[in-house]
């Protein structure tokens, strides 16, 4: 097997996500979408999940978008200087790699010829995460960064966890160099940033190449130090990345921590990058500047 070596049993975590804006003049109207909900997929079962928003809703509604996430629609129509959304989920986690072996994936140049438009070819949908979104460009530097793991040959597998180890170790974690809306050209440049930016840096690498990725955002079960009890609102919002091998299908790796993600990564959605879903986007009357905090919990159920 080449990379990591998955955990033996499955996960069952309780996640609670906390966010609460704090305005400086009253919001008079508010209409917002929430990316808040995970879904089950193949390696995760969702068993509960709540949404709580206070001020309480005048209407809210649930739709499922393009890539299949679960998207939130509220209206709050009373005077209100805070807001706050709590997102409560009980997911368990399934091991995705025991048996993985990333030389049976297919070469990486025969990957991207599937996914080019050829007369007569088959039609793969992952081929919507080959071009470029508004966060990510496809660049020379790009693809000449990706290269240099990418060789003759190499497979789509091996070629991207080669890839992420390096952008673990080439890029720096700094929260104070990017914001949000940073693309992941200016990251790249940078050579620094938080999760977000290394999984777009990555996500822009393998579309260089004409390979099929995307982004997925979610949570990340951390470790307390030795000896420290877990503390609530201690683990993270995260994000990683996501490579489609036509032989074995998609394979997730978080190269902010320079691991596959498995077992202790709740998927929370999936798109083309961040800006598909961030977790509350919409448009307010009133509020003047604001404040955010955020508050993250991942508890192992036993």
């Known amino acids: 097997m080449t990379g990591p070596v998955a955990l033996a049993t ?8 906390v966010t609460t804006y704090r305005y400086t003049q009253p919001v008079e109207l ?4 929430a990316v ?52 409560s989920s009980l997911v368990t986690v399934l091991p995705r790699w025991e048996g993985f072996d990333a030389a049976r994936s297919m070469p990486w140049e025969d990957a991207a010829q599937c996914l080019r438009f050829t007369v007569g070819q088959p039609f793969h949908r992952e081929t919507e995460f080959v071009y470029a979104s508004p966060n990510v460009a496809l660049h020379p530097d790009l693809r000449a960064y990706a290269l240099e793991s990418f060789g003759p040959g190499v497979t789509v597998a091996a070629g991207a966890i080669d890839l992420m180890h390096r952008i673990h170790k080439d890029f720096a974690y700094r929260s104070e160099t990017t914001e949000v809306h940073t693309p992941a050209l200016e990251a790249f440049a940078l050579r620094s940033g938080v999760c977000q930016d290394f999984a777009q840096v990555m996500i822009g690498c393998l579309r260089s190449l004409g390979l099929a990725s995307r982004y ?13 009890a877990r503390l609530l609102g201690a683990d993270a919002s995260h994000a990683w990345a996501g490579v ?13 921590n320079d691991v596959l993600a498995d077992t202790r990564h709740v998927t929370l959605a999936i798109a083309r990058d961040y800006s598909d879903i961030p ?3 919409g448009v307010i009357v009133g509020g003047g500047e604001h ?5 993250v ?3 192992p159920q036993t």
Do not use: K
């Not at 499955?10 to 996500?17: D, E, I, K, N, P």
């Open 279 to 281: 977790l509350l986007h």
């Open 36 to 87: 808040a909900s995970p879904s089950s997929y193949p390696w995760q079962t969702v068993h509960a999940h709540s949404i709580s928003i206070q001020p309480e809703p005048a209407h809210q509604h649930m739709r499922t978008d393009a890539f299949g996430n679960r998207v939130l629609h509220f209206m709050l129509d009373v005077l209100h200087e805070e807001m706050c959304l709590t997102a």
């Open 30 to 33: 508010a209409q917002q979408r």
């Open 244 to 256: 489609w091998c036509p032989l074995l299908g998609w394979i997730d790796l978080d190269p902010t």
């Open 291 to 295: 404040e955010v905090d955020v508050q």
């Open 10 to 17: 499955l996960t069952t975590l309780a996640v609670q996500h």
């Open 216 to 228: 997925v955002s979610g949570y990340l079960l951390t470790d307390p130090p030795p000896g420290e």
């Open 297 to 299: 919990s991942v508890v």
